[in-house]
């Protein structure tokens, strides 16, 4: 199939693709790297009545040093992020995340901000950044609103970003030294998007432990009393028996599912607790 007809522009800056989505009154869309979008065009899934080319702005295409953050822009590739390896200080679990997407031509032109932004429940990053507590910066004509990566997706390809907002930027803390994450996906074969999924941050320097399952049927799902346990030192090594515990409190799954996610939580904490 072809996309519908739609009218195409690139802006000159963010300022002037912000202007473009309100005047477009919510038949909009922006585009980035277009590994989601674009599929979805052709068979006709999405339809915008005007597309707005945001890929090439140079304000969204760099990763910065916010002092105890790193400032990735929306338009940076998966690839830039992987190939960032050794310059990352804090970053590790980016790198790794980043170089586990798809394949190498996909994370070519996908970009972090928008796979964020199209909210694939499977999807690596809501998931990374849900766990790493990452910051997503938006833009709109009211001006700039930074949301938790946790709390951006609603549901299922369902955002709280606005008709006429961008993603900009995302803001990821940087881990100390003495941090320790683990990050597992099951996927039939590599490339396809996991049937489940979890990761695992705890960086007592900065008192910060948290852990999440994601590949649902919304977004990813925080396991508060399982991050307790390993903050308060009650978890000090892996254990499937509490993986399996925790999974048990996320709604929805059937019980192979919930196998599955037990079985990658515990995958993750292997790896977090890992000497």
């Known amino acids: ?28 869309k922006a585009l980035a790297g277009g ?9 006709r899934l999405a339809r915008p009545g005007l597309l707005i080319d945001i890929s090439r702005l140079d304000e969204l295409r760099h990763i910065e040093d916010a ?15 992987e190939d960032a390896n050794g310059s990352l200080a804090g970053g590790v679990m980016l790198v790794e995340v980043a170089a586990g997407i798809a394949y190498r031509a996909v994370r070519n032109r996908g970009t ?19 766990a790493l507590d990452a910051g997503v910066i938006l ?21 709280d970003i606005r008709d006429d907002e961008i993603v900009t930027a995302v803001l990821v803390p940087k881990l100390s030294r003495d941090a320790r994450f683990g990050y597992f996906k099951f996927c039939r074969k ?7 999924s979890a990761a695992v941050v705890v960086d007592p320097e900065r008192d910060a432990t948290h852990v999440f399952v ?14 307790r346990r390993i903050a308060e030192g009650d978890l000090d090594a892996p254990s499937r028996e509490a993986a399996i515990e925790a999974v048990a409190t996320v709604h929805g799954l059937d ?19 890992a000497p």
């Open 1 to 28: 199939m072809k996309a519908a007809a739609f009218e195409y522009a690139r802006p000159r800056d963010v300022s002037e693709a912000i202007t473009l989505l309100a005047q477009a009154k919510g038949s909009g």
């Open 35 to 43: 590994q989601s979008l674009g599929p979805m065009l052709n068979l």
């Open 67 to 81: 002092d105890e953050a790193w400032r990735i822009g929306a338009a940076v590739t998966h690839s830039e992020i």
């Open 112 to 130: 972090i901000g928008g796979s964020l932004a199209h909210a694939d429940p499977a999807a690596d990053w809501p998931l990374a950044l849900a």
């Open 139 to 159: 833009r709109g004509p009211t001006g700039e609103r930074t949301i938790s990566a946790a709390r951006l997706i609603t549901a299922a390809f369902t955002t």
């Open 190 to 196: 590599t490339g396809e998007f996991p049937e489940a």
């Open 214 to 227: 994601g590949a649902l049927s919304g977004p990813p799902q925080p396991l508060p009393e399982l991050a």
């Open 255 to 273: 019980p192979l599912e919930r196998r599955m996610h037990a079985g990658a939580l515990f995958r993750a904490l292997q790896r977090a607790f």
